[in-house]
């Protein structure tokens, strides 16, 4: 079973190129122009053992929002396309993350109902250059695109760079669970007969 996909999209804002793999070995190959949403981009494909390649140009002379929130897009477009028929997929997944003063849970269902809730204050607006508030922006898209119910809940932290990086890390941990083959998994994982 091949789950990959590969994702063009192109506006007057951002133009992308991604590839993804779901059963990877944590390879990531990101160019996407904004270094915190690469940095924590890295982290998902590492601790998920995803494949991720993106090329990635936009209007960050503006500010960074566009880019990141068609990365979203896209991204989540390629766990959609990847994922195939779902048969055997043990669709839910879930994991806590600690880093250092911080601790994030990402729960995850593959159920092809887009829904997201984010719980949980990032103390600062801003780590480095990028707006925090565009990672909500980033887990609210991905999750649409994706069509999964995603729930992110940041427990406490006080570095805000530590708290972000526990959700990514967790967040690839979680889809990496839920995307998993269950052998005892007969169809999809559902009583309706479909995901």
Known sequence: ????????????ETNIQLSFSIDGEGRADLKTGVPFLTHMLD??????????????????????????????????????????????????????????????????DLSNRPH??????????????????????FLWKLALEARMNLHVIIHYGMNTHHMIEAVFKALGRALDEATMIDPRVKGVPSTKGML
Do not use: W
């Not at 991204?75 to 043990?90: E, N, V």
């Open 116 to 137: 997201f809730e984010m719980r949980g204050e990032l103390p600062k607006g801003k780590v480095g250059t990028f707006d925090t508030e565009l990672v909500h922006e």
């Open 1 to 12: 079973m091949n789950r990959t996909a590969t994702i063009s999209r192109k506006t007057n």
């Open 43 to 108: 982290l998902f494909t590492r601790h998920g053992h995803f494949d991720l390649k993106i090329e990635a140009e936009g209007d960050i002379d503006i500010d960074d929002h566009h880019t990141t929130e068609d990365i979203g897009i896209c991204l989540g477009q390629a766990i959609q396309q990847a994922l195939g028929d779902k048969k055997g997929i043990k669709r839910y997944g879930h994991a806590f993350v600690p880093m250092d003063d911080s601790l994030a849970q990402v729960v995850i």
